[in-house]
């Protein structure tokens, strides 16, 4: 049977960066055969662009968030492939056709993962950051995974509908694909990232959104992972090492830098100068990859966001936690 290919992007006052990632599929060497955009109630001219395009235009009445609009696409899509792309997102002109032979190639996979080149259009410090920190970590990602990244997702369409797609109550665009990897693996589904699928990632990150975000990962990744080992008896692997040590010793890092302050005796400062010293050691690959790509001041002043990026994470992972006692599950 043909493979009919069907791209589905998601967008919410994305007139910024829409056009960009349209003009890149229908620039592809592989064309989909159809490509649905779901608004999701937009009050920018995202619409207005999308018109200048031969897309499939669905509007959502109002927002309901990204998993929503990208079910609602895969519902009607003609394809028996689904191609997932977020509307930030920049495809090279060949990363449809790698993934669509890589998916064929390999038989018993379900989805293939995109990976995200080094370029981000934002030179703000955040931006860069965090799109550093992406492509490092997948980089550094084994072959088969066990969670997905619906910037760019190629899924099989009978495995997606077969696991009821994305779960709608997660309405950020925060862990819910991760949660669709892990019941995409459960039953034995296996995910390629494909390092060969290359995507540029136009995200801007100011202070604000990047709070947000970190806060929002931390608290859904930690009611994820605690409904998979209470109630799914599934072991975490999408998490690295590195954030799960860096992690734990966030508030180690605090609690001596206090404990140094009221203290007078030398070994809180001692502690908490080895604490320091293993969170930058835990960090050395992140930080010495950076080195070859940005400044000495991006390498030191990413060594701090780090440090921020985890507290953060870890007050979101703390109300994730009393969320799930009280009661939620995702």
């Known amino acids: 049977m043909k493979n009919r290919l069907s791209v589905i992007i998601p967008a919410y006052n994305s007139e910024k960066t829409i056009s960009i990632c349209l003009d890149s599929i229908y620039c592809s060497s592989y064309l989909p055969e159809e490509v649905i955009v779901v608004d999701d109630a937009s009050s920018d001219n995202t619409v207005d662009i999308v018109k200048k395009y031969p897309c499939r235009l669905l509007k959502n009445k109002k927002n309901k968030g990204q998993s929503a609009s990208r079910n609602k696409g895969a519902k009607i899509s003609k394809g028996n492939l689904l191609l997932f792309i977020d509307s930030d997102i920049e495809i ?32 703000n410090l ?12 997948y980089l550094s990602s084994e072959m088969h995974i066990n969670w997905t990244d619906t910037a760019f997702l190629l899924i099989k369409k009978k495995d997606y509908l077969a696991v009821g797609g994305l779960d709608e109550s ?16 459960q039953d034995n589904r296996k995910i390629l990232l494909d390092k060969q699928v290359k995507i540029a990632h136009h995200r801007h990150l100011d202070l604000k959104k990047f709070t947000q975000m970190e806060y929002l990962r931390g608290r859904n990744g930690m009611i994820i992972n605690l409904t998979n080992i209470f109630f ?21 890092i605090y609690l001596f830098f206090l404990l140094s302050l009221f203290i007078a005796r030398s070994w809180p400062a ?21 080195s070859k790509e940005k400044s000495l001041f991006f390498v030191i002043s990413s060594f701090f966001i780090i440090f921020f990026d985890m507290t953060i994470s870890l007050i979101g992972g703390s109300a994730g936690l009393l969320k799930f006692i009280l009661g939620e599950r995702i």
Not at 170 to 185: A, F, M, P, Q, R
Not at 236 to 248: M, V
């Open 270 to 290: 001692i502690i908490l100068i080895i604490l320091v010293l293993t969170y930058l050691l835990i960090n050395i690959r992140f930080l010495s990859f950076l």
């Open 232 to 252: 799914r008896k599934l072991k975490d692997k999408a998490l690295a090492k590195t954030f799960k040590i860096s992690l734990a010793l966030t508030p180690l």
């Open 170 to 185: 997660i309405k950020e665009s925060v862990n819910e694909d991760y949660k669709l990897g892990i019941i995409l693996t």
């Open 126 to 137: 955040l931006s860069q950051y965090k799109h550093f920190y992406m492509v490092f970590l």
């Open 92 to 123: 090279k002109k060949d990363s449809i056709k790698q993934a669509v032979n890589s998916l064929m190639k390999n038989t018993d996979i379900c989805g293939v993962v995109g990976t995200y080149d080094k370029y981000n259009r934002y030179d």
